[in-house]
């Protein structure tokens, strides 16, 4: 890695670490106002010192969970870094995207519950605006700040839990998965492996805080004893192309982002292209979150090698949460490579059959790599069986990254073996302790392949969304006497190379109302509560929902309907900055760029 004195926990790398080298760079914070803040590590640890005082003096202990709202800063910084010294268990929550925030209050006092979180810690703005509807008090940073305190050996051992990562990525009631001290130790220390890092590197990431490839970020450069560029994401909304001056201005090394990032800033090169770049020091750019697509990154090597961007630059990459963030990562040492296969032969037998690349039926399928170091990966039929390679299955993962199980939601009866935090192990992990993904796959030669989701999971710009939860949420805010009345499905956008969310909607839903009324009213709480933008609606009468002869919805036949135009987009509302596609085949707005799968 980099020659670093080997620490049980990140606290305890960054504390070595001010105690050898206090002065040296750890962190260039560039916060939302685009100010740019140099932090040493003996900066980190005074930031650290002030908010275990101010954690202590509010009576929050160790093993409390507190909820975090805040936007990528030194303030945050600040209160994580305390939290995980103090062995406070933090969840890091995505801000409210729109001014009306009362239906945020209302799914952010429910991750509270969920996590039986003591306090919610946010700026002075939203702190206002909270405090009346939440069930716990909120703070802010400020009230955190307390004369600073002797840091000696950190509170947290490797067994302690280090926070809790939200799974479906939104603000509604998602899985936490518990994560470990020791997990994230075991996942940093693999990336660093798999990617070959050195001593030399930098990072630059303005991935959200609440997602874990950024968040996990933060952890990797403090153990590798590498400085780390961090950006707010609204800058690289503002403006895509700041993330490569960045990397041209910081002599950045690595930097990870979703597939649609990498698209988007091809797109924009195309239309204004840059003449001030040199990314000849880009290493490693690990790309995932999302299907990646060769697609995009042909787009973007075409784009960006004129300004020095390696050939071996580029590396997809496979993740998740339930294995802290990274499972496998490609060779860095050659380009990321394409396997061309048969897309019926894959589809309807379950079989990578090799096809050459002029062939109709071929399609593209990205190598994401090896699993990481340390760990093991396979895929298994139906019986649980480990598959011949090119054989389509299940990937399954263990490891010292895999996490123990999620945190029960109050009033849950657990029947599994119970950790110390309440998880249920027994369901979560086989008995030789391999997780199933959900994801199916192939290996070639001991590399992976993913082809798609067991699961109905949609993905919008890397951000994972549970269908289930979207359906129960649209028929609440509709008010519908029915369940099931709505059908969430993802489609691909050829145009903006990520899904977007469909809704099928029984057409009783709007049952004596305006449906532009209903689905406007539908679009602003998505936006409000999920991020979600974009949205296609589609009414049908309740016979045509495919179902199964348990009168289960059929999503994958409802997405086929969709793609193959047998049922139409009606046209919807633009509201609260959506704009939801009509008939006439608008594009929408595109997501925000952000990740659940890594």
């Not at 100010?35 to 202990?61: E, K, M, N, P, W």
């Not at 090799?354 to 990966?377: E, F, I, K, Q």
């Not at 998505?526 to 179902?547: K, M, Q």
Request: aromatic share 6%; glycine share 8%.
């Amino acid at each position: 890695m980099t020659g670093a004195h080997p620490a049980a926990t990140v606290i305890d790398a960054l504390l070595d670490s001010a105690a050898r080298t206090p002065d040296r760079s750890a962190f260039h914070v560039i916060e939302r106002s685009e100010d740019t803040f140099s932090l040493s590590y003996a900066d980190v640890c005074h930031l650290i010192a002030r908010s275990v005082s101010g954690l202590a003096a509010q009576g929050i202990d160790a093993a409390d969970r507190v909820v975090v709202v805040l936007p990528t800063s030194r303030d945050f910084l600040s209160v994580y870094l305390g939290c995980l010294y103090a062995g406070v268990v933090p969840i890091v929550a995505a801000e409210p995207t729109t001014g009306d925030t009362s239906r945020y209050a209302a799914h952010l006092g429910r991750l509270v519950t969920h996590a039986q979180a003591r306090r919610v810690i946010t700026t002075p703005e939203l702190a206002a605006v909270l405090t009346p509807s939440l069930p716990v008090p909120v703070t802010t940073p400020d009230a955190l700040r307390g004369t600073p305190v002797p840091l000696d050996a950190p509170r947290a051992t490797p067994t302690s839990l280090a926070h809790l990562q939200a799974t479906s990525g939104s603000t509604g009631v998602p899985k936490l998965a518990m994560i470990r001290h020791g997990n994230i130790v075991a996942n940093v220390r693999a990336i660093a492996e798999a990617i070959r890092g050195t001593a030399d590197d930098t990072l630059v990431s303005w991935l959200p805080l609440f997602h874990d490839m950024g968040l996990i970020g933060i952890s990797y450069a403090l153990r590798a004893r590498i400085p780390m560029v961090l950006s707010d994401p609204v800058n690289f909304l503002r403006n895509p192309m700041s993330w490569l001056h960045w990397m041209s201005r910081y002599r950045g090394t690595l930097s990870p982002a979703p597939s649609s990032a990498f698209h988007i800033c091809a797109r924009v090169a195309r239309r204004r292209p840059p003449t001030d770049l040199d990314l000849s020091t880009w290493r490693v750019a690990l790309c995932g979150a999302e299907p990646v697509h060769e697609g995009t990154l042909s787009e973007f090597q075409a784009a960006f090698g004129p300004f020095g961007l390696p050939k071996t630059t580029l590396r997809p990459v496979y993740g998740l949460a339930e294995a802290t963030l990274a499972v496998t990562i490609s060779d860095v040492t050659r380009p990321y490579s394409v396997d061309r296969v048969d897309a019926e032969a894959a589809a309807a037998k379950g079989y990578a059959e090799p096809r050459p690349a002029g062939d109709p039926r071929t399609t593209a399928m990205m190598c994401v790599g090896p699993v990481v170091p340390g760990h093991s990966l396979r895929v298994v039929g139906p019986d649980g069986k480990p598959l011949p390679d090119r054989v389509i299955g299940e990937i399954e993962v263990a490891g010292p990254s895999v996490i123990d199980g999620y945190l029960p939601e109050p009033g849950d009866t657990v029947t599994g073996a119970q950790g110390t935090d309440g998880a249920d192990e027994e369901p979560f992990k086989g008995p030789d302790g391999h997780l199933s993904t959900g994801d199916l796959g192939y290996q070639v030669d001991g590399e992976l392949y993913v082809t798609g989701r067991s699961k109905d999971i949609v993905i919008i710009a890397g951000r994972n969304y549970v269908p289930d939860q979207v359906e129960r949420f649209v028929e609440s805010v509709t008010r519908s006497p029915r369940t099931p009345a709505v059908v969430a499905v993802g489609v691909r956008d050829a145009t903006l190379h990520t899904e977007q969310l469909h809704l099928v909607l029984d057409e009783r839903l709007a049952e004596g109302r305006d449906r532009q009324q209903v689905t406007g009213q539908v679009s602003r709480a998505l936006d409000e509560a999920f991020g979600i933008s974009g949205v296609t609606y589609h009414w049908v009468p309740r016979a045509r929902l495919p179902r199964t002869t348990s009168g289960k919805i059929q999503r994958h036949l409802c997405r086929k309907l969709i793609e193959d135009g047998a049922i139409g987009a009606a046209s919807a509302a633009s509201s609260a900055g959506t704009t939801d596609r009509a008939t006439d085949g608008t594009a929408p707005r595109a997501a925000a760029p952000v990740s659940r799968r890594a």
